[in-house]
């Protein structure tokens, strides 16, 4: 632990405990922290409202073995609209879990306070927009602060990021692309996605005018292409991969990933390796579920009216796939996710500069329901592991991606433990 971990009340805060995702990733705190040694990691949960939170750590205590513990959490009152209420916040944690979104509505305040109070800053967003704006905002401050805002740290985008990062150790040479292929199995009840995510959406495909000029203003060089250059799908294809038609992946894995890898050839001289994001939709009825709902969607999006609709009415206009209640519990249980990349590269001694790639590899990232379950545990493990190995960490702080940050930690490690299995399937050369 730092010095600054011994100097305040808290290690981790949990801001936004009482939404949706918020009391996931409490229960998941509740799990992995206060069934250790009594005294070894303290901390609370925030938001605007006492009564809520409460509720929240009640309900969280009933998934313990030893709920008394429950009474060392702290509960500390903070809003995005009240500024000295966030910076009270983060002075008592060492870092805080965001779980307010739409982070490009409610995620800046909360990234101030913490770089101005020392305080690190982890979120679980998947707003390209909101995060690639942070970097170009705060690099700097959070740099000379030696704060570590860390970004994307659930679904969006540690699967990906982390994925790509263990697939490139895996492989014996020089990896030069991958492609990831995301399929989601429900059970018998099916499964659907809170309207937070959906609201993200919205608001990012309104403006992705906006997104298109940060990263001009960034004005980011476009980063070398090693060994043959990756062919992008077509909008729609089935794929022999994971056989059932898929789609490019419209999240921020993409972005992410991208941003990764230049920060590894950067910093560390590493060839960057190229990747391609596809999801699977299912079969014919899926496809034609999506075909209405998409054409729907990009229409609506333009206009103002058609955007308070789509807010509005998220499972209608989305086929019952995002809901303003959420999954249920059953729902969850028996929700899983499956991440298929295929790599491909130059074996040791081999020219990247010259020939075809020799060699592909073939791995997996899998785990529980991605939105609920996956993710409070990519946050809580990539928060300890914050905590507990600042060393192996970038040497100053700024605004990361979770492959920046955690390449030469055991994330890896700690999340195959609890519950996100990272393996390599096949590796071969050509």
Same mark, same amino acid.
């Given at each position: 632990?730092?010095?600054?971990?011994?100097?305040?009340?808290?290690?981790?805060?949990?801001?936004?405990?009482?939404?949706?995702?918020?009391?996931?990733?409490?229960?998941?705190?509740?799990?992995?922290?206060?069934?250790?040694?009594?005294?070894?990691?303290?901390?609370?949960?925030?938001?605007?409202?006492?009564?809520?939170?409460?509720?929240?750590?009640?309900?969280?205590?009933?998934?313990?073995?030893?709920?008394?513990?429950?009474?060392?959490?702290?509960?500390?009152?903070?809003?995005?609209?009240?500024?000295?209420?966030? +910076?009270?916040?983060? /002075?008592? @944690?060492?870092?805080? #879990?965001?779980? $307010? *979104?739409?982070?490009?509505?409610?995620?800046?305040?909360?990234?101030?306070?913490?770089?101005?109070?020392?305080?690190?800053?982890?979120?679980?967003?998947?707003?390209?927009?909101?995060?690639?704006?942070?970097?170009?905002?705060?690099?700097?401050?959070?740099?000379?602060?030696?704060?570590?805002?860390?970004?994307?740290?659930?679904?969006?985008?540690?699967?990906?990021?982390?994925?790509?990062?263990?697939?490139?150790?895996?492989?014996?040479?020089?990896?030069?692309?991958?492609?990831?292929?995301?399929?989601?199995?429900?059970?018998?009840?099916?499964?659907?996605?809170?309207?937070?995510?959906?609201?993200?959406?919205?608001?990012?495909?309104?403006?992705?005018?906006?997104?298109? +000029?940060?990263?001009? /203003?960034? @004005?980011?060089?476009? #980063?070398?292409? $090693? *060994?043959?250059?990756?062919?992008?799908?077509?909008?729609?294809?089935?794929?022999?991969?994971?056989?059932?038609?898929?789609?490019?992946?419209?999240?921020?894995?993409?972005?992410?990933?991208?941003?990764?890898?230049?920060?590894?050839?950067?910093?560390?001289?590493?060839?960057?390796?190229?990747?391609?994001?596809?999801?699977?939709?299912?079969?014919?009825?899926?496809?034609?579920?999506?075909?209405?709902?998409?054409?729907?969607?990009?229409?609506?999006?333009?206009?103002?009216?058609?955007?308070?609709?789509?807010?509005?009415?998220?499972?209608?206009?989305?086929?019952?796939?995002?809901?303003?209640?959420?999954?249920?519990?059953?729902?969850?249980?028996?929700?899983?996710?499956?991440?298929?990349?295929?790599?491909? @590269?130059?074996?040791?001694?081999?020219?990247?500069?010259?020939?075809?790639?020799?060699?592909?590899?073939?791995?997996?990232?899998?785990?529980?329901?991605?939105?609920?379950?996956?993710?409070?545990?990519?946050?809580?493990?990539?928060?300890?592991?914050?905590?507990?190995?600042?060393?192996?960490?970038?040497?100053?702080?700024?605004?990361?991606?979770?492959?920046?940050?955690?390449?030469?930690?055991?994330?890896?490690?700690?999340?195959?433990?609890?519950?996100?299995?990272?393996?390599?399937?096949?590796?071969?050369?050509?």
């Amino acid at each position: 632990m730092t010095s600054t971990a011994n100097s305040r009340p808290y290690h981790v805060i949990v801001f936004g405990a009482s939404g949706f995702t918020g009391q996931f990733v409490v229960e998941e705190v509740t799990r992995t922290l206060s069934d250790g040694p009594k005294g070894t990691m303290k901390w609370a949960i925030a938001g605007r409202s006492r009564q809520k939170l409460e509720k929240v750590l009640e309900q969280a205590s009933a998934t313990l073995t030893k709920p008394e513990l429950m009474s060392e959490v702290g509960i500390i009152l903070a809003d995005v609209g009240d500024l000295a209420s966030l +910076a009270t916040m983060c /002075k008592q @944690g060492v870092v805080v #879990l965001n779980c $307010v *979104g739409p982070y490009r509505f409610y995620g800046e305040p909360v990234v101030k306070a913490c770089i101005e109070n020392g305080t690190h800053y982890m979120d679980i967003c998947g707003e390209p927009q909101f995060l690639e704006g942070m970097q170009l905002k705060y690099q700097s401050q959070a740099a000379e602060n030696g704060v570590y805002v860390i970004g994307s740290c659930g679904f969006d985008s540690i699967p990906a990021d982390m994925g790509i990062q263990f697939t490139r150790d895996h492989f014996k040479g020089t990896l030069t692309a991958v492609e990831s292929f995301l399929t989601i199995s429900t059970g018998p009840e099916g499964g659907c996605i809170h309207d937070g995510t959906w609201q993200s959406a919205v608001y990012g495909f309104a403006d992705s005018d906006k997104l298109r +000029a940060l990263r001009k /203003k960034a @004005g980011y060089k476009p #980063l070398p292409v $090693v *060994g043959k250059k990756i062919k992008r799908r077509s909008t729609l294809f089935f794929s022999k991969e994971i056989e059932q038609y898929a789609v490019p992946f419209m999240g921020a894995d993409p972005s992410v990933v991208k941003r990764t890898q230049r920060f590894l050839h950067k910093e560390y001289q590493e060839s960057p390796v190229q990747y391609g994001a596809y999801v699977g939709v299912g079969g014919i009825s899926s496809l034609v579920k999506l075909f209405f709902a998409g054409i729907l969607f990009c229409f609506m999006v333009k206009f103002a009216f058609g955007r308070k609709l789509l807010i509005k009415f998220p499972e209608f206009f989305s086929f019952g796939v995002f809901s303003k209640v959420g999954p249920t519990r059953k729902q969850m249980e028996d929700s899983s996710f499956c991440f298929t990349f295929l790599g491909e @590269g130059y074996t040791e001694g081999q020219d990247p500069t010259k020939g075809k790639p020799n060699a592909k590899i073939r791995t997996q990232v899998k785990g529980p329901d991605a939105g609920y379950v996956a993710t409070p545990i990519a946050m809580v493990q990539a928060a300890l592991t914050l905590l507990s190995e600042p060393e192996s960490l970038p040497k100053m702080g700024g605004v990361y991606t979770p492959g920046a940050a955690f390449i030469k930690t055991t994330l890896v490690d700690r999340l195959n433990k609890h519950g996100l299995q990272f393996s390599v399937m096949t590796s071969s050369e050509a």
